[in-house]
C-alpha cells in the first residue's frame, strides 16, 4: 500500500499532508450470498447474507498545494454480521470483520488553503471478508478487490486541526462464493457514512 501511494504522488515537495480518524455506518446492499438449497425448495439469495454494522478508518493525504487534487490511502474496519437465517440449519447472526484498504484520486472544489473544501473521489481498493470463528492473520479470509467512489468535505478548524465528513460507496465481488451451495453472484455494495477528525500540515 505505501509502495502504491508513493507512486501516485510525484513529489512530496510543493504539497500539504493529512492524517484522519473517521468513525460511522457502513450500510450494505446486494448483500445476499446465497443459499443453501435451490429456489425450487424455497432458497433465496438472502438465506446467507451480510448485515449493516460500524466501521473506523485511517486516512492520509497528500494534496497539491497549486492544483485541486489529492492522493488518499487508507485503512478501514468494518464490523458486520452474518445472517443464515433461512437455511436448512439457521443460527443467530455472528460477528465477522471486513478489512479494507485502498487508494483514492481527491478532486476538490476549492483551493488548497480554504477553510471549506468540498470534494468528490474516486478509487480502487482490496477488502478482506473474514468469516466467524477465523482470522485475518491467521489467513482466514477471503480478499476481493474492487473501487469506490463519493464525495464529503473537509473543514479546517485552525491551522492545524480538522473535521471531515465522508459519504462513499466501496463494491467489490461477493465473498464466500465458492463456499455456499447455491451462490448468488454479483457485487456487494458497503455504503460509508461517517465523519472523522484530523491534523493537517
Not at 44 to 68: I, P, V
Not at 126 to 152: C, D, H, L, Q, W
Amino acid at each position: 500500500m505505501v509502495v502504491l501511494f508513493l507512486t501516485c504522488v510525484s513529489s512530496a515537495w510543493g504539497q500539504t499532508f493529512e492524517a484522519w480518524f473517521n468513525g460511522g455506518q457502513s450500510l450494505l446492499s446486494n448483500s445476499g450470498l446465497g443459499s443453501d438449497h435451490p429456489a425450487s425448495f424455497g432458497g433465496t439469495n438472502s438465506d446467507y447474507a451480510l448485515e449493516d454494522g460500524f466501521r473506523f478508518s485511517f486516512r492520509m493525504a497528500f494534496n497539491s498545494s497549486e492544483h485541486r487534487f489529492g492522493h488518499e490511502v487508507q485503512y478501514a474496519y468494518t464490523r458486520t454480521k452474518f445472517d443464515s437465517f433461512g437455511t436448512f440449519t439457521p443460527s443467530p447472526p455472528q460477528g465477522m470483520a471486513v478489512h479494507q484498504g485502498g487508494y483514492n484520486f481527491l478532486y476538490y472544489a476549492t483551493q488548497e488553503g480554504t477553510r471549506i473544501r468540498p470534494f468528490v473521489t474516486a478509487g480502487v481498493l482490496f477488502a478482506n471478508y473474514v468469516p466467524p470463528g477465523s482470522s485475518a492473520t491467521g489467513g482466514g479470509g477471503e480478499t476481493k478487490f474492487g473501487f469506490s467512489y463519493g464525495g464529503g468535505v473537509k473543514i479546517k478548524v485552525t491551522s492545524l486541526f480538522g473535521l471531515r465528513i465522508d459519504v462513499r460507496q466501496a463494491t467489490t465481488p461477493k465473498p464466500f462464493q465458492d463456499q455456499i451451495p447455491f451462490p448468488a453472484g454479483g457485487w456487494i455494495r458497503l455504503t460509508e457514512v461517517s465523519a472523522g477528525v484530523g491534523v493537517q500540515f
